[in-house]
T-cell receptor
Framework: AQSVTQPDIHITVSEGASLELRCNYS??????LFWYVQSPGQGLQLLLK??????LVQGIKGFEAEFKRSQSSFNLRKPSVHWSDAAEYFC??????????????FGKGTKLSVIP | DGGITQSPKYLFRKEGQNVTLSCEQN?????MYWYRQDPGQGLRLIYY???????QKGDIAEGYSVSREKKESFPLTVTSAQKNPTAFYLC????????????FGSGTRLTVV
């Protein structure tokens, strides 16, 4: 069965600093990988996704992620964090579940705090 | 605009009562999902449905029930058998045949009083 590990429960960075959120996955086949962001009391918003091809993917809000098969990782990065980036971030891996559907398995999330 | 509507946003339940959470979508997505979110636990899958009139149990289905009579609707009932129902509940949809990921509603916070 697939699984996702986000090693950091909580990260604090200063505004303007760079950010890297870690994600490791376990899946037997070529993975579909996702990063979502959640503001308090809200649903999840898709930041970016990796299906195949270029291992560096660009997303919304200036985020990017790099797929490294050898390390089973899909880390999320941003060069300069803004105060509005404070939220919880979830990594997910998709496994085919039949009938054209893919079931997502989520990590437990990393909460990002930003110091002004 | 297409989207997912979850209602109500806040719900209070007395112990021993059943309550139903609504999830409606106009995205024309085939698959729908219900997740439960607790602090530090991430998202846990309750039920999912890939087509109308069919649904499958997820990892934590005990104490919950669902129906899928229409493509647009996937209501979740939290029964009195669910011993710890206080949580944030999220509904999601999926456009099949592409691995596009899920689109999420804005959630319902259920509190037992």
């Amino acid at each position: 069965a697939q699984s996702v590990t986000q090693p950091d429960i909580h990260i604090t960075v200063s505004e303007g600093a760079s950010l890297e959120l870690r994600c490791n996955y376990s899946y037997g086949a070529t993975p579909y990988l996702f990063w979502y962001v959640q503001s308090p009391g809200q649903g999840l918003q898709l930041l970016l996704k990796y299906f195949s091809g270029d291992t560096l993917v660009q997303g919304i809000k200036g985020f990017e992620a790099e797929f490294k098969r050898s390390q089973s990782s899909f880390n999320l990065r941003k060069p300069s964090v803004h105060w509005s980036d404070a939220a919880e971030y979830f990594c997910a891996v998709a496994a085919y579940s039949g009938a054209g559907s893919y079931q997502l398995t989520f990590g437990k999330g990393t909460k990002l705090s930003v110091i002004p | 605009d297409g989207g997912i509507t979850q209602s109500p946003k806040y719900l209070f339940r007395k112990e021993g009562q059943n309550v139903t959470l609504s999830c409606e979508q106009n995205l024309n997505h085939d698959a729908m999902y219900w997740y439960r979110q607790d602090p530090g636990q991430g998202l846990r899958l309750i039920y999912y449905s890939q087509i109308v009139n069919d649904f499958q149990k997820g990892d934590i289905a005990e104490g919950y029930s669902v129906s899928r009579e229409k493509k647009e609707s996937f209501p979740l009932t939290v029964t009195s058998a669910q011993k710890n129902p206080t949580a944030f509940y999220l509904c999601a949809t999926e456009k099949r045949q592409g691995g596009y990921g899920y689109t999420f509603g804005s959630g319902t916070r259920l509190t037992v009083v």
